[in-house]
């Protein structure tokens, strides 16, 4: 039985993700983050967007030199695979592009930090067959971004299939779950209550906590070790704007628990939350070393 393990991925985006094309806040959250990993003594893996990478060179860098791992996030935080509910103008790249703009990411993210990623994450989760297919043609080790909440059957890191990605099959590419509470009642009807983003945030640890414990119990009941994988941004870890966020030609108004909290309440409760798992034994990894391991 290989014990709790655990996956911090933080996915490197424009302020408030899809909301902004701004990077005030990313460089002070991404400051504290790689401040408490090494208060902690633990590794992560940073998904950078090229865009990302391109506007904040000093960070791509600081987060190599204190040894976590450098991930790609797309190009400028785009829908690179399939949704799996509709956010209106984000409408996914077409499969024929999607190879093309992974490669440009690719590039421009190993020019940058001097390391050619071997992990990545879609934004929003939003993946799809060609893009495991793509990743893989690419050299990619690992891909994290199944959503648990909507898929409901990987429970561990799998290496899925090229004809269907949620499936296990034989590719070489590792295919990553995203934590969700499978033990409780959904309430939503794509299951994101389940997702543990942004619970710390918006309630606290405990409530992270409590949903961890639920899901071990339910791991138990079917003789499976729990693995955890858990995703933030560095926006989350600075103090964001509420209301309308004006943008270009208009404005756009966030649902309010998009920003609820962020800054120094948020950074607080994330690194309590490292330290209740770091209390029941739990063994963080880089997204990269899991191919390694399973």
Same mark, same amino acid.
């Given at each position: ?94 499969? %024929? ?55 409901? %059957? ?141």
């Amino acid at each position: 039985m290989a014990g709790m393990q655990v996956v911090l991925g933080f996915d490197m985006e424009p302020d408030i993700g899809s909301w902004t094309s701004w990077y005030r806040g990313f460089p002070i959250g991404a400051k504290k983050i790689v401040a408490m990993l090494k208060k902690h003594n633990i590794t992560a893996t940073f998904f950078f967007t090229a865009d990302a990478a391109k506007n904040n060179p000093d960070i791509v860098k600081l987060v190599r030199d204190e040894g976590h791992e450098i991930g790609c996030h797309t190009l400028f935080h785009e829908t690179i695979g399939d949704s799996l509910f509709e956010i209106p103008g984000m409408m996914p790249v077409l499969p %024929e592009e999607v190879e093309h703009r992974l490669e440009l990411a690719t590039e421009i993210v190993t020019d940058i930090s001097g390391v050619h990623p071997t992990s990545f994450r879609c934004p929003r989760l939003f993946g799809s067959t060609a893009v495991v297919n793509a990743l893989e043609r690419l050299g990619y080790k690992a891909d994290a971004t199944y959503p648990m909440y909507y898929f409901r %059957e990987q429970l561990r890191p799998y290496h899925p299939s090229s004809s269907d990605w949620t499936k296990k099959g034989d590719m070489k590419i590792i295919e990553i779950p995203n934590f969700a509470d499978l033990s409780m009642d959904s309430k939503d009807q794509y299951g994101r209550d389940m997702d543990q983003w942004p619970l710390w945030r918006t309630e606290n640890a405990e409530a992270v906590i409590k949903h961890i414990d639920g899901y071990a119990s339910y791991c138990a009941e079917r003789n499976i070790d729990p693995f955890y994988c858990f995703y933030a941004h560095p926006w989350e870890f600075a103090p964001m704007p509420s209301g309308l966020l004006h943008s270009g030609e208009g404005a756009v108004l966030p649902d309010p628990f998009i920003v609820k909290n962020c800054g120094d309440y948020s950074a607080r409760e994330f690194d309590r939350l490292i330290s209740m798992l770091l209390d029941r034994g739990a063994k963080f990894y880089q997204a990269g070393q899991l191919n390694d391991i399973q």
